[in-house]
Protein backbone atom coordinates (compact mmCIF):
# COMPACT_ATOMS: atom_id res chain seq x y z
CA UNK A 1 0.00 0.00 0.00
CA UNK A 2 3.09 2.12 1.03
CA UNK A 3 4.76 1.54 -2.29
CA UNK A 4 1.27 2.45 -4.22
CA UNK A 5 1.14 6.30 -2.56
CA UNK A 6 4.28 6.64 -3.39
CA UNK A 7 4.40 5.74 -6.93
CA UNK A 8 1.25 7.95 -7.32
CA UNK A 9 3.04 10.75 -5.31
CA UNK A 10 5.70 10.52 -7.95
CA UNK A 11 3.74 10.78 -10.95
CA UNK A 12 2.38 13.90 -10.19
CA UNK A 13 4.55 15.47 -9.39
CA UNK A 14 6.73 14.19 -12.83
CA UNK A 15 3.73 14.73 -14.42
CA UNK A 16 3.42 18.61 -12.61
CA UNK A 17 6.94 19.50 -13.56
CA UNK A 18 6.26 18.36 -17.15
CA UNK A 19 3.75 20.82 -17.27
CA UNK A 20 5.81 23.72 -16.14
CA UNK A 21 8.37 22.88 -18.41
CA UNK A 22 6.46 22.30 -21.40
CA UNK A 23 4.20 25.31 -20.56
CA UNK A 24 7.55 27.17 -19.75
CA UNK A 25 8.55 26.48 -23.50
CA UNK A 26 5.53 27.40 -24.92
CA UNK A 27 5.55 30.85 -23.20
CA UNK A 28 9.22 31.47 -24.76
CA UNK A 29 7.81 30.86 -28.26
CA UNK A 30 4.94 32.97 -27.48
CA UNK A 31 2.20 30.64 -27.58
CA UNK A 32 1.17 30.07 -24.50
CA UNK A 33 -1.08 33.12 -23.46
CA UNK A 34 -3.56 35.23 -25.57
CA UNK A 35 -6.52 34.56 -26.91
CA UNK A 36 -5.20 31.42 -29.29
CA UNK A 37 -3.11 29.74 -26.60
CA UNK A 38 -1.30 26.43 -27.83
CA UNK A 39 0.19 25.24 -24.64
CA UNK A 40 2.16 22.03 -25.08
CA UNK A 41 1.34 21.27 -21.35
CA UNK A 42 -1.99 20.50 -22.40
CA UNK A 43 -1.35 17.88 -24.43
CA UNK A 44 -0.49 16.28 -20.84
CA UNK A 45 -4.16 16.63 -20.28
CA UNK A 46 -5.01 12.97 -21.61
CA UNK A 47 -2.34 11.78 -18.67
CA UNK A 48 -5.73 10.74 -16.41
CA UNK A 49 -6.89 8.28 -19.01
CA UNK A 50 -3.55 6.19 -17.73
CA UNK A 51 -3.13 7.14 -14.65
CA UNK A 52 -5.36 8.95 -11.43
CA UNK A 53 -2.16 10.65 -10.16
CA UNK A 54 -2.33 12.64 -13.63
CA UNK A 55 -5.40 14.85 -12.05
CA UNK A 56 -3.30 16.58 -8.83
CA UNK A 57 -0.46 16.69 -11.29
CA UNK A 58 -1.99 18.52 -14.03
CA UNK A 59 -3.44 21.08 -11.26
CA UNK A 60 -0.15 21.42 -9.57
CA UNK A 61 1.43 21.91 -12.75
CA UNK A 62 -0.92 24.48 -14.04
CA UNK A 63 -1.41 26.53 -11.07
CA UNK A 64 2.75 26.61 -10.41
CA UNK A 65 2.78 27.33 -14.49
CA UNK A 66 0.16 30.15 -14.24
CA UNK A 67 2.57 31.92 -10.98
CA UNK A 68 5.78 31.38 -12.79
CA UNK A 69 3.96 32.91 -16.01
CA UNK A 70 3.34 36.38 -14.30
CA UNK A 71 -0.71 35.17 -14.57
CA UNK A 72 -3.19 37.11 -12.97
CA UNK A 73 -4.39 35.76 -9.51
CA UNK A 74 -8.15 34.92 -10.86
CA UNK A 75 -6.27 33.26 -13.92
CA UNK A 76 -4.28 31.43 -12.02
CA UNK A 77 -7.10 30.41 -9.65
CA UNK A 78 -9.65 29.86 -12.85
CA UNK A 79 -7.47 28.30 -15.37
CA UNK A 80 -5.88 25.75 -12.75
CA UNK A 81 -9.75 24.38 -12.26
CA UNK A 82 -10.66 24.39 -15.42
CA UNK A 83 -7.43 21.97 -15.74
CA UNK A 84 -8.87 20.35 -12.60
CA UNK A 85 -12.03 19.65 -14.12
CA UNK A 86 -10.88 18.74 -17.60
CA UNK A 87 -8.94 16.16 -15.76
CA UNK A 88 -11.47 14.66 -13.55
CA UNK A 89 -13.47 14.42 -16.48
CA UNK A 90 -10.81 12.50 -18.94
CA UNK A 91 -10.35 10.09 -15.47
CA UNK A 92 -14.29 9.55 -15.81
CA UNK A 93 -14.08 8.75 -19.40
CA UNK A 94 -10.95 6.75 -19.37
CA UNK A 95 -12.75 3.51 -21.08
CA UNK A 96 -12.76 5.65 -23.94
CA UNK A 97 -9.75 6.84 -25.35
CA UNK A 98 -11.08 8.95 -28.37
CA UNK A 99 -12.77 11.37 -25.48
CA UNK A 100 -10.00 11.65 -23.63
CA UNK A 101 -9.41 15.25 -24.95
CA UNK A 102 -12.98 16.45 -24.68
CA UNK A 103 -13.20 17.71 -21.29
CA UNK A 104 -9.80 19.60 -21.01
CA UNK A 105 -11.24 21.18 -24.13
CA UNK A 106 -14.84 22.39 -22.93
CA UNK A 107 -13.41 23.31 -19.49
CA UNK A 108 -10.96 25.23 -21.10
CA UNK A 109 -13.23 26.76 -23.64
CA UNK A 110 -16.23 27.51 -20.99
CA UNK A 111 -13.21 28.94 -18.30
CA UNK A 112 -10.55 30.51 -20.27
CA UNK A 113 -12.40 32.69 -22.19
CA UNK A 114 -14.02 34.49 -19.52
CA UNK A 115 -10.87 34.86 -17.90
CA UNK A 116 -9.49 36.75 -21.02
CA UNK A 117 -12.20 38.80 -21.02
CA UNK A 118 -12.89 39.74 -17.57
CA UNK A 119 -9.62 39.57 -16.29
CA UNK A 120 -7.53 40.89 -18.86
CA UNK A 121 -9.74 42.84 -20.47
CA UNK A 122 -9.23 41.28 -24.14
CA UNK A 123 -11.56 42.71 -27.16
CA UNK A 124 -13.53 40.56 -29.23
CA UNK A 125 -16.55 38.77 -27.40
CA UNK A 126 -16.84 36.06 -25.57
CA UNK A 127 -17.76 34.32 -28.60
CA UNK A 128 -14.62 35.52 -30.31
CA UNK A 129 -12.64 34.21 -27.17
CA UNK A 130 -14.47 31.29 -26.97
CA UNK A 131 -13.52 29.60 -30.66
CA UNK A 132 -9.89 31.01 -30.10
CA UNK A 133 -9.05 28.90 -27.21
CA UNK A 134 -11.01 26.15 -28.61
CA UNK A 135 -8.72 26.53 -31.56
CA UNK A 136 -5.74 26.34 -29.13
CA UNK A 137 -7.53 23.88 -27.09
CA UNK A 138 -8.14 20.86 -30.48
CA UNK A 139 -4.56 22.17 -31.41
CA UNK A 140 -3.04 21.20 -27.82
CA UNK A 141 -5.17 18.32 -26.53
CA UNK A 142 -7.04 17.32 -29.75
CA UNK A 143 -4.40 16.54 -31.80
CA UNK A 144 -1.15 16.31 -29.87
CA UNK A 145 -3.02 15.11 -26.82
CA UNK A 146 -4.17 12.24 -29.09
CA UNK A 147 -0.58 11.78 -30.80
CA UNK A 148 0.46 11.52 -27.16
CA UNK A 149 -2.16 9.05 -25.90
CA UNK A 150 -1.03 6.58 -29.11
CA UNK A 151 2.10 6.87 -28.32
CA UNK A 152 2.35 5.94 -25.30
CA UNK A 153 -0.83 3.66 -24.97
CA UNK A 154 1.70 0.93 -26.06
CA UNK A 155 3.94 1.46 -23.23
CA UNK A 156 1.24 2.29 -20.37
CA UNK A 157 1.81 -0.77 -18.71
CA UNK A 158 5.19 -0.55 -17.83
CA UNK A 159 5.12 4.24 -17.82
CA UNK A 160 2.24 4.14 -15.36
CA UNK A 161 2.29 0.73 -13.25
CA UNK A 162 1.47 0.65 -9.64
CA UNK A 163 3.25 -1.19 -7.77
Known amino acids: MKNKKVTLITQAGVIAALYVVLTLLANALGLAN ?13 LPFFTPAAIPGLFIGCLLSNLLTGCMMLDVI ?6 LAGAIGTYALRKNKWLAPI ?9 V ?16 LAVTVGIGEIISCGILGMIWLNALNKHAAHIFKIQ
Open 78 to 83: FGSLAT
Open 34 to 46: YAIQVRFSEALTI
Open 113 to 128: PLVLAYVYQLEGGLLY
Open 103 to 111: PPIVANIIV
